[in-house]
């Protein structure tokens, strides 16, 4: 599985070659999140037996990865998957996202945290569930989720950004359109 991951980011690596890059950073310095890679199907769409956070991706990958020259890392996450009944988050869960966050802030990299889906929805282009967009308990649950994130994470500085929802897709765009409106406003249910 390494050397699956370790080939393709190579290949990106040929293909993005050029431009400016500020791997290696020392923490707090800015980062242009120009060259960036992503840990796709760790913490999303997971198909690994292991489940979601299996430990194949360690610090030793962080750290190949600021060798070749990327400044971020894009870490996908199924937000339904830490998100508990009670409407908490779940430590446990979230315990190999905070480890691979602090190994990236570590290595002088930025993070990115991409979430696929949230508590109330499922916005692939084969399942369209897009109540997290039309139903105002689905979007209140949504935007309770993303207050404990904000309130976990919001205070870990310059070096991680937040992918609020990973391309919506649904029939009715104007749905999709909703959550963000109400945002802009201060309002999580538009």
């Not at 020392?26 to 299996?54: C, N, Q």
């Not at 890392?73 to 446990?92: E, M, N, S, Y």
């Not at 309770?144 to 897709?169: D, M, N, T």
Request: glycine share 12%.
């Amino acid at each position: 599985m390494k050397i699956l991951i370790k080939t393709c980011l190579l290949l990106l690596l040929v293909a993005t070659a050029g431009g400016r890059s500020t791997a290696g950073n020392p923490p707090g310095e800015a980062r242009t999140f120009m060259r960036g890679v992503s840990i796709a199907h760790w913490l999303a769409k997971v198909y690994d037996p292991a489940g979601p956070g299996a430990p194949w991706f360690q610090k030793t990958d962080v750290q190949w990865i600021a060798d070749q020259g990327f400044d971020h890392i894009r870490f996908p996450l199924d937000g339904r998957w830490v998100w508990r009944a009670d409407g908490t988050l779940d430590k446990q869960r979230l315990a190999p996202l905070v480890r691979a966050l602090q190994r990236t802030r570590d290595a002088g990299l930025g993070a990115v945290i991409d979430m696929h889906f949230l508590p109330g929805g499922t916005y692939d282009k084969d399942v369209q569930d897009t109540a997290v967009f039309t139903d105002d308990h689905a979007r209140r649950e949504a935007a309770r989720f993303w207050k404990s994130f904000a309130e976990r994470f919001g205070g870990e500085g310059p070096y991680l950004r937040f992918e609020l929802i990973k391309r919506a897709h649904g029939s009715d765009e104007r749905a999709a359109e909703r959550p963000e409106r109400g945002a802009h406003r201060g309002n999580p249910v538009g």
